[in-house]
């Protein structure tokens, strides 16, 4: 009769939290931990027999620990990643990161590695055979080259049936290509991106209409009287800020103006101009013609520059944003740059100017006078009027009521340049928004004239202004070309969007809302200067570009002279509403509330409903700078 086999003891309580701790252990790999801490710790207890399974999902879990850690590191880089995480300006410890995605790495090979063995062994326990090749196949998967080596080969050439030599192929050949992409892959999780990151937004409520912001017409009762003379100081006349266009023909020159030496000199094609809290650029291009087919003015020069009022508007905005992240503890303090944006409603103007020289023989000439055809013009258009290549050294149209003879009645001296404007009829000058005829000086009877075609407009734009809350001093505000109807073609070169860049006039696309300048208000763009004795455009044209026709300098002033007076309207509006505050008990003063501004709640300007219904509303959001996830 056979003996009874001897029970097995009963583990005590510490010996089943240390087998516990074994199998954590063993399925990291730190099977020499389990030996140290035993000898170590002196536990002074038999060793639990072993058994070839275990039925214990506790030892089940801690044996999977070596998927659960890297598994769950990856899901939060995931979880950060995907909903944003704002650093700041600076990372310390940026190496550290890199180490800790070094070492998730190698936690996820490692994952993929027992993966692969828990199905070979699989396999093996099924009692399919497999090649020596395939049984070795984890310790493999950080080497690409695995994929067409002959381990890999045998198990494909090999006699085990097909489904399974697919199964088997098919897991290696995944787990060699995440054992290769893991990596990278985490550590552009792990590591935080330099990028933009949103700061907020709200509206903002200026108290001025629409129609008085960008009117379609400008008459001379929108302009002081005293505009008559050019302005020392004041910026809210036409021709304020005239200097800046000679600043430009000196640079054009090969002169470098001393408004270009101090911290905000800006680059050849724009020059400076001030608004009253707020920097501008004003931009002049030669303007380039895609439709050779029509003999436009190959010369033409076009202009543009943000709104004063806007650019004031949204540079009080940035003040007040700025005041908010010093004083409300916001990680948006630490950043390398903040920007305030409009992207919607807003409109700049846009210019072209186009001049043809001509030639008055005596106050007999009876000639008719022809302005160089609109921007744009159609060429049924310019079928239907009375259109010439006689009089100018290009395709012109013939006024149908001005005289030459009222052209020498333009007040001023002979020796000066002087300037007569002319409004241009509709039809056939569509897009045209005045005419120029620029008397040239003489000292006899035959008067060389340049007529000028200025077209001009409102056109969608975004508009940035670039500050820090570290810095002092007043933002400077760009812009570029906004074209929400997708009407713009390509440039020339066809290699991107002509709305991608800053300055175009592409009639009947751009600019959208056409401007029509009376008589009256465009003598506001060329008054005397007393200290002179002498004419806004006189002073500009002695500054005129050497070794280049007068028409050149003609079309650079005229295009730069409307911008300029353009962008003017709605000088003296400012912002409106009640600013939402909170106390800060740091200053003991209520200040912008940061943390409702930030979180995007809401505007942080309150108005009233009815009085601000025709007011110009605009949207302000913020962005800053910095390393993120």
Known sequence: MDKPLPSTPKATRLQICFAYATGAL???????????????????????????????????????????????????????????????????????????????????????????????????????????????????????????????????????????????????VMAVLLASTVGPSSAILMIPNLSSWPAGSTHVWMNITVADLWPPRLEGSLVPAY????????????????????????????????????????SPYSIQLTGQGSLRQLVIQKHTYDDQSVPYDRAAAKATTQQAAVADALSATSSLWNTAVQFSNSPFFSQRDAVQSIVADNYQPYTLASCGADVIQGETDDRPVAFPIPPGSSLEMLREANTTDKLLQMLAIVHPR????????????????????????????????????????????????????????????????????????????????????????LASDYSTRIADSVLTFELPAFPQRLVHISESWAQYLNPQIPTLNTSVFNALMARKMAHKPDTTSANIILAGLVANGLSRTGFNSQLQGELRTAFNSKVNASLPNGKYWFAGKGDMFKVDPAASKDWVKLRVDSSVEGYAF
Request: net charge neutral; proline share 6%; aromatic share 10%.
């Open 26 to 172: 063993r399925s990291l790999g730190l099977n020499v931990l389990v030996y140290v801490l035993q000898h170590l710790l002196a536990l002074g207890f038999d060793e639990i027999p072993k058994k070839a399974f275990h039925r214990d999902r506790m030892m089940a879990l801690l044996r999977a620990m070596v998927h659960l850690l890297p598994f769950i590191i990856a899901i939060g880089e995931v979880m950060i990643n995907w909903r944003g995480y704002y650093i700041g300006a600076n990372i310390d410890g940026l190496s550290y990161l890199q180490f800790a995605a070094k070492l998730h790495e190698m936690a996820m090979q490692s994952s993929l590695a027992v993966i692969v063995f828990a199905y070979v062994r699989h396999v093996l326990f099924s009692g399919d055979a497999l090649p020596i090749g395939a049984m070795l196949s984890g310790l493999q998967l950080t080497q690409f080259s695995y994929l067409w080596s002959m381990e890999l080969w045998g198990v494909a050439l090999s006699n085990i049936p097909f489904r399974r030599k697919l199964s088997v192929i098919t897991i290696i």
């Open 227 to 266: 505009c008559s003379q050019a302005p020392n100081v004041s910026n809210i006349c036409p021709s304020s800020e005239w200097q800046s266009i000679s600043d430009y023909l000196s640079l054009a020159n090969g002169i470098l103006p001393p408004s270009f030496r101090g911290p905000f000199s800006v």
């Open 402 to 489: 001005l005289s030459r003879s009222e052209i020498l009645e333009a007040p001023g001296s002979k020796s000066d340049y002087r300037v007569k404007w002319v409004e241009l009829p509709d039809h056939p000058f569509k897009g045209s928004a005045i005419g120029a005829v620029i008397l040239q000086p003489t000292t006899n009877a035959t008067q060389g004239i340049l007529l000028c075609n200025i077209a001009a407009g409102w056109g969608s734009s975004f508009m940035n202004m670039s500050s820090s809350p570290a810095a002092s001093g007043t933002g400077l505000a760009s812009s570029s070309i906004h074209d929400p109807e997708g009407t713009l073609p």
